[in-house]
């Protein structure tokens, strides 16, 4: 008998959600992503993003424009290591 887990095409992220505040400016490695339509602003989408902080796995969600280029642009690197800085009205990876 097979188990659910072997097939199932997406794998549920761990760790417990926290705000993005708690990340910048802090290192973190980013361990995967999922991109879906935004429910809150139609025509846009969001990112989750589970990381590891200071050796903990972390869930955190963002619809930065530019930190959903640099993960899809760069998803063949994950993981890496990285800082998330606000620079001027954004969020990048640094």
């Keep these: ?4 887990s072997d097939f199932a095409r997406e794998k549920p992220f761990e760790g417990d959600k926290i705000p993005m505040a708690d990340v910048l400016n ?3 490695t980013v361990l995967g992503y999922k991109k879906r339509p ?3 602003k139609e025509g846009k989408n969001y990112i ?3 990381i590891e902080i ?3 796995r972390r869930i955190i969600f963002t ?3 530019v930190l959903i280029s640099q993960v899809e642009e ?5 993981p890496f290591v990285t800082v998330i800085k606000k620079i001027n009205n954004f969020y990048s990876f640094t």
């Design 1 to 4: 008998m097979k188990r659910f």
């Design 74 to 78: 760069y998803k063949d690197e994950l």
């Design 38 to 40: 935004s429910k809150q």
């Design 54 to 56: 200071e050796g903990k």
């Design 63 to 65: 619809g930065s424009d």
């Design 48 to 50: 989750t993003l589970q």
């Design 26 to 28: 802090r290192e973190i």
